[in-house]
């Protein structure tokens, strides 16, 4: 090893002969690359893309929220509606770069460094559900609150088979690739003759990007 100049420091076979060749270096900035190449920047990790491929540099990092209903909204008789009022026990975790949670709107905004696979779940209960009737829940984006635009989970459905006037849950989860830009949001339905409203502590929504 040597220390070819101020503020770095390289290894290197045949070192200090016109045939040196550099098998490390490390930057004062703390980055560092492998043989004279594969070169990252501080905070950066080295990612491994499997056996037949050299080695690439990747920021590391990760948004987490959590949302659980504190007061209940109306949901009108088989429409789809998102999810609103997660202000209990929420938190989100990460840079708005990559995301925004919206506990208000219950609403997930993708930023700019956003984009990628996401852990998506949400879970709803609806109150008052007849005999006979069933809560449905899905996750959506880029739609409005009562329009589930693309719907990236799959449906669940809660049957309510038995007495009248149940506390009626359905949950759902999934894996998306999102883009930057994408609005997801967490939509509960219920097929009865009235409208009536979501249950606070059964309604949720959560989801994180590691990355």
């Known amino acids: 090893g040597n220390d070819d100049m101020p503020g770095r420091l390289v290894f290197s076979t045949n070192s200090g002969s016109a045939s040196a060749t550099e098998r490390l ?34 920021n590391l990092y990760s948004f987490m929220f959590y949302g659980e209903q504190d007061t209940h909204h109306g949901v009108v ?35 700019a460094n956003g ?9 709803a209960g609806i109150d008052d559900v007849q005999a006979n009737d069933f809560t449905q829940c899905v996750i959506g ?12 989970s799959s449906y669940s459905r809660g049957w ?3 007495s009248a ?9 999934c894996m998306v690739n999102l883009s930057a830009g994408d609005v997801v949001r967490f939509y509960v339905y219920h097929n009865e003759g009235t409208n009536e409203n979501t249950e606070p502590n059964r309604t949720f929504a959560m989801g994180y990007r590691i990355g």
């Open 25 to 58: 270096r490390i930057t004062k900035d703390g980055a560092f690359g492998l043989g004279g190449a594969n070169y990252g920047t501080s905070g950066q990790v080295i990612k491994s893309n499997g056996s037949s491929a050299a080695p690439t540099w990747q």
């Open 77 to 111: 008789t088989a429409t789809y509606t998102a999810i609103l009022n997660l202000g209990a026990r929420d938190f989100t975790v990460g840079d708005s770069s990559i995301a925004v949670f919206t506990e208000s709107t219950g609403k997930l905004t993708i930023g």
């Open 115 to 123: 984009a990628g696979y996401w852990f998506l779940s949400m879970g």
């Open 141 to 152: 984006k880029n739609g409005t609150g009562t329009d589930r635009g693309t719907v990236i």
């Open 160 to 162: 309510n088979s038995g």
């Open 165 to 173: 006037n149940q506390v009626v849950t359905a949950q759902t989860s």
